[in-house]
């Protein structure tokens, strides 16, 4: 049961990574011909500045998670290698919680600001709402990340 | 009850070290330090708005698009065989020199440094093509491993750069002056990599085989075609900022757009390639942007509880020289590069460093290449040297000890290219200057 869920929640978290990176064309196509017009012709594309901060944000939220599971958030871990396994696994769990503690602020208040929120971009009138909302949706799977990482380390412990 | 600010920034200062050192992610332990130091000073309410609008507001910073750029434009590049053609050009051309094979590599990396932004892509793609070569020849592993690493080094100082990037958004510096004023110190530091090479190979002449087939100069000629490529988006790409054509964003698009259409004219784009240049730069870019946004929550709470000032207030009242103070904060910078990776290391440290160097009245450009110098030095010093591992996966049947051997000589050049530009500053500014005007 908690296998296949895990299975489940990481495979969207993937996907949700595939979604965000595939803006990278999008945003390096539109931000060469900005730049272009620009150049050879004194004309821009109107709303391409703000598109392409839109899109570095799905980009950026939506791979947090992403980036989690493929264990890219740096960390120093030769200490903690070092220590008693016992207490090694024991101070994981600990910073881990600290961790999740600041994710699920993260989250909890990505809802609240993006609820709040009314304001719309200068040039295309872009609602902002739902692109913060992807600060809760990214923290949120980040936070299931780290809670399997804990499930690993309390088992570890359990041993 | 009264709160110190003071005290309460220093003890959070102290717990981000003790958390990282404990292993918890550096980004995380630095947002969360940052929150709570936030609640001691101000509030609970102020201080989980401030986080969670700190993490929208660096991701949807629209500057910093040039990091996702700049990393798919270098695997582009990567995955277009240029690291192949750059390597048989430039051994073309160094085959009568001592350790040739070894001065090749330190060339190509920089030809490819000039293309890609980041140090261990350098490293690992310059890996691939030189370590096997190198090994036909018989050299030295210390010597092939060294070069290999050293030179990966260079794709943090030879723009594009997420080195010069990630200091020009911490200390809001222009990134396209950053950039530009790596380009010089960059060439110095491979004439210096070069350098070591070379007076390698003469002083043991048995780890560095010569290769005597005689090179014509009809190959040599058409050799350079390799160099072409690159040369021709370096020149476009950078060329763009220092003419002010282009932003760094902006640059970074078109050096991606034009590397994509190259590699597909090529055909050596094949999907699996594509994948893992859209995957890698995804990741490198939350990797790097959460760091800058733990790193600006921290920021936030350290300027409250005045550190910084008064920092820079205690060092400038010290009755000694400023380069005996910068020389300390490089000795810090060393001792913490074997232990933290590049980024990590200047999202940590310049909140409180940059207010020092400003205020000893050292040159913001300027600093900046002393510190992607020593973030240079950072990917190679053991125990936590990036490239070091970066290479020990390439390079097959290598034992890690070896590789930290053969780097040693090359840390030794990238400590006198920072003597050399501390002494004469203008190597650095020089192009910068000439950029406003």
Not at chain 2, 219 to 243: D, R, S
Not at chain 2, 258 to 265: G, Q, R, S
Not at chain 2, 271 to 281: D, H
Not at chain 2, 306 to 327: C, E, G, H, K
Request: charged share 10%; proline share 5%.
């Amino acid at each position: 049961m908690y296998t296949s869920a895990k299975n489940v929640i990481q495979t969207i978290t993937r996907v949700l990574g595939y979604v965000g990176m595939v803006f990278i064309f999008p945003m390096m196509l539109l931000t060469s011909a900005d730049a272009t017009f620009r150049d050879l012709f004194s004309r821009t594309i109107p709303g391409a500045f703000e598109l392409s901060s839109l899109m570095l944000s799905i980009l950026v939220l939506l791979g947090l998670a992403y980036a989690q599971q493929m264990r890219d958030h740096v960390r120093v871990t030769f200490l903690v290698e070092r220590l008693p396994q016992k207490l090694g696994t024991i101070v994981t769990i600990i910073t881990t919680l600290m961790s999740m503690s600041i994710v699920a602020i993260l989250c909890w208040q990505g809802v609240v600001l993006a609820l709040e929120n009314t304001q719309v971009s200068d040039m295309l009138r872009i609602p902002q709402w739902p692109f913060r909302m992807l600060v809760a949706v990214g923290a949120f799977f980040l936070l299931l990340e780290f809670f399997f990482d804990l499930v690993d380390s309390v088992r570890r412990l359990a041993e | 009850m009264i709160v110190d600010p003071v005290m309460i920034g220093i003890l959070g200062s102290v717990s981000v070290f003790i958390l990282i050192f404990l292993g918890m992610h550096i980004a995380f332990s630095m947002m969360f330090v940052g929150f709570v130091g936030l609640y001691i000073l101000c509030a609970f309410e102020p201080a989980v708005a401030a986080t969670a609008s700190t993490m929208w507001e660096v991701a949807s910073f629209y500057p910093y698009t040039v990091i996702p750029l700049f990393v798919i434009m270098g695997s582009l590049a990567g995955s277009s065989g240029m690291t192949r053609d750059l390597y048989s050009s430039f051994d073309k051309w160094t085959r009568k020199v001592p350790g040739g094979l070894a001065v090749a590599t330190i060339g190509a990396c920089g030809a490819f440094a000039a293309v890609s932004g980041s140090s261990v892509a350098t490293a690992a793609a310059m890996g691939t093509v030189a370590l096997p070569e190198m090994e036909r020849f018989k050299y030295d592993p210390k010597l092939s491993t060294g070069s290999v690493a050293a030179g990966g080094t260079l794709g943090f100082l030879i723009p594009p750069s997420i080195g010069f990037v990630v200091y020009g958004m911490l200390t809001e510096q222009s990134i396209g002056k950053l950039l530009i004023s790596g380009v010089l110190p960059g060439l110095l530091l491979a004439g210096a990599y070069a350098s070591i090479c070379v007076l390698w190979a003469v002083l043991y002449p048995q780890a560095a085989p010569r290769d005597l087939e005689p090179v014509t100069w009809k190959e040599k000629l058409t050799a350079l075609n390799g160099v072409k490529e690159p040369l021709f988006i370096f020149l476009f790409v950078i060329g763009g900022i220092y003419t002010g054509f282009f932003t760094p964003d902006e640059a970074g698009a078109i050096g991606a757009t034009i590397l994509l259409v190259v590699a597909t004219v090529k055909r050596k784009l094949t999907w699996p390639a594509l994948f893992s240049s859209l995957t890698g730069s995804i990741r490198i870019s939350v990797m790097v942007l959460m760091l800058v946004a733990g790193a600006n929550v921290f920021s936030t709470f350290m300027a409250l509880s005045t550190i910084p000032v008064q920092a820079a207030n205690w060092v400038t009242s010290f009755d000694v020289s400023r380069y005996v103070i910068l020389a300390m904060i490089i000795l810090i910078y060393v001792i913490l590069g074997c232990f933290l990776d590049a980024i990590s290391m200047m999202v940590l440290t310049l909140p409180v460093v940059f207010p020092i160097i400003l205020a000893l009245h050292f040159d913001p450009i300027w600093f900046g290449v002393v510190a992607v110098l020593m973030m240079e030095a950072g990917l190679i010093t053991p125990p936590m040297g990036l490239n070091l591992f970066t290479v020990a996966g390439v390079a097959k049947g290598v034992r890690l000890e070896t590789i930290i051997k053969g780097t040693a000589p090359f840390l030794g050049a990238i400590i006198v290219v920072a003597i050399i530009l501390t002494v004469f500053p203008n190597i650095a500014l020089v192009l910068p200057k000439m950029m406003g005007k």
